[in-house]
């Protein structure tokens, strides 16, 4: 497997507003989504970036730190590391992996953790 870019993260914070100006108005991130509870943005590279009150529900399990989704390619002939049997890959993942999956879009994957 190797890891082509980041497509997505997702982080909750207690610090909601301050981490909106900072992305928006200190690091030039397009806004995309303003909700009371949410906010996204849009890197030039097309990465999506979205900010989560602690009382947004939806993405409670977000608790640890930022949930990301990578951009990524395998050869067919290889299961990814994650899979092998007694594997001793070690994923920089603090927890355990929630949900792995792939998604209909060519070359692209998702590793929530929890």
Known sequence: MHVKGLIWLGMRTTQFEEMVKFFRDVMGMQPIRDEPELAGFQ????????????EEEFHAFFTTGPVVAFRWTMSMQHEPPWKRQGSSSSAPFSG?????????????????RS
């Open 96 to 112: 355990q992996v929630r949900r792995v999956g792939i998604t209909s879009e060519p070359r692209m994957g998702r590793c929530l």
């Open 43 to 54: 890197l030039t590279n097309g990465t999506q970036v979205e900010l989560y009150r602690p």
